[in-house]
């Protein structure tokens, strides 16, 4: 077994055990949801900036498109802004809310 299918394996478990479940245009998905904060500073004033982001396997991202709904049941809807493969068989969808 090779070490991409033996990651692949990993993410599955961990993905099924602590994974949020979404809605992306209208498929269900398990992703990990977070909105950090980020608070950029524009000279001296402190911004108030979030930036929620579903990070998902690529797989559940190969028909997603900026500007598809996302669902987070608790944490509310979102439009997909930036769509960002990070090479390791995950997609971040940066979003923001709906």
């Known amino acids: ?3 991409s299918n033996l990651v692949a394996d ?3 478990v961990v993905f099924d055990a602590l994974g949020d479940a ?3 245009a209208g498929r269900p998905v398990v992703g990990m949801f977070a909105s950090p904060w980020l608070q950029p ?8 900036i979030r930036e929620p982001r579903l990070v998902v396997r690529d ?3 190969v028909a997603v498109a900026r500007g ?3 669902e987070v049941p ?3 809807c979102y439009t997909v802004v930036s769509i960002e493969p990070d090479g390791t068989g995950l997609t971040v969808l940066v979003l923001r809310p709906a």
């Open 10 to 12: 990993l993410d599955a």
């Open 41 to 48: 500073q524009l000279g001296k004033l402190n911004t108030a």
């Open 1 to 3: 077994m090779s070490f």
């Open 74 to 76: 608790g944490q509310g």
């Open 59 to 61: 797989a559940d991202a």
């Open 68 to 70: 598809a709904a996302v």
């Open 22 to 24: 979404a809605t992306v």
